[in-house]
């Protein structure tokens, strides 16, 4: 797994900046993605087959997801939701690597939930211009205001600790798991770990692949749910 310690520091504009584990899992994630993409849309055909098939099914599936849950007029997010779907799912799966995933890290939760908030904040601006988005926050009364703001200003808190907490607590277990088995091993002076070999298979499944999916899917719903509601308040 990957440790809190600075990997390098990278030296820019007279600053030290330490580059952590998880900065270079999201490089990798993002330059794996950047390759896989041109090649899937790569030869696209009027009747589709084989990989295109795939794309088609995948572009249709967030298209429908987006309007089922937001309306038509939101359709245009579609893309947007559709790159955080696909960065964050590999960012949560790379659990399956045997490293520590990016969204273990706080700073990298935090830093996706951000995003989500300024575009929470943004559209709601559009979609009520200025002067209406201010006179939201006194909705449906005047005395709400304080409670509006901190509503507001807790979306990044939540997103983020969902994430980043689920996501923690299950490479908590799966290191408990192994860190077991190891002992199981030594106990029975075993000198190949035999029991680490197969045992985790299930556990991974469940903790990286099934919890890595659904936390991605709670994050955007949750974010769609949000710029829904925040602009039409």
């Given at each position: 797994?990957?440790?809190?310690?600075?990997?390098?520091?990278?030296?820019?504009?007279?600053?030290?900046?330490?580059?952590?584990?998880?900065?270079?899992?999201?490089?990798i994630?993002?330059?794996?993605?950047?390759?896989?993409?041109?090649?899937?849309v790569?030869?696209?055909?009027?009747?589709?087959?084989?990989?295109?098939?795939?794309?088609?099914?995948?572009?249709?599936?967030?298209?429908s997801?987006?309007?089922?849950?937001?309306?038509?007029?939101?359709?245009?997010?579609?893309?947007?939701?559709?790159?955080?779907?696909?960065?964050?799912?590999?960012?949560?799966?790379?659990?399956?690597?045997?490293?520590?995933?990016?969204?273990?890290?706080?700073?990298?939760?935090?830093?996706?939930?951000?995003?989500?908030?300024?575009?929470?904040?943004?559209?709601?601006?559009?979609?009520?211009?200025?002067?209406?988005?201010f006179?939201?926050?006194?909705?449906?009364?005047?005395?709400?205001?304080p409670?509006?703001?901190?509503?507001?200003?807790?979306?990044?808190?939540?997103?983020?600790?969902?994430?980043?907490?689920?996501?923690?607590?299950?490479?908590?277990?799966?290191?408990?798991?192994?860190?077991?088995?190891?002992?199981?091993?030594?106990?029975?002076?075993?000198?190949?770990?035999?029991?680490?070999?197969?045992?985790?298979?299930?556990?991974h499944?469940?903790?990286?692949l099934?919890d890595?999916?659904?936390?991605?899917?709670?994050?955007?719903?949750?974010?769609?749910?949000?710029?829904?509601?925040?602009?039409?308040h």
């Open positions: 797994m990957g440790k809190s310690e600075a990997i390098f520091t990278l030296r820019l504009l007279g600053l030290n900046i330490p580059i952590y584990f998880s900065v270079i899992a999201q490089w994630v993002i330059a794996f993605i950047m390759l896989i993409v041109p090649f899937l790569r030869d696209l055909k009027t009747v589709p087959r084989g990989k295109q098939i795939f794309v088609e099914t995948v572009v249709e599936k967030i298209n997801l987006v309007k089922g849950s937001m309306g038509d007029e939101y359709k245009g997010f579609a893309p947007f939701f559709g790159t955080l779907m696909i960065y964050l799912l590999f960012l949560n799966l790379f659990g399956l690597t045997g490293f520590r995933p990016p969204t273990a890290d706080y700073s990298v939760a935090l830093g996706l939930a951000l995003i989500s908030f300024v575009l929470i904040q943004v559209n709601a601006i559009v979609h009520s211009g200025i002067l209406g988005y006179k939201g926050y006194a909705k449906p009364f005047w005395f709400m205001l409670l509006n703001i901190i509503e507001r200003l807790v979306v990044p808190v939540s997103l983020s600790l969902r994430l980043f907490g689920n996501i923690t607590a299950a490479v908590i277990m799966m290191e408990l798991l192994y860190e077991g088995l190891e002992f199981l091993s030594y106990s029975l002076h075993l000198k190949v770990p035999v029991f680490a070999a197969f045992l985790p298979i299930p556990f499944i469940y903790f990286d099934f890595g999916t659904i936390q991605m899917f709670i994050f955007v719903m949750l974010t769609m749910i949000f710029i829904k509601t925040t602009s039409e």
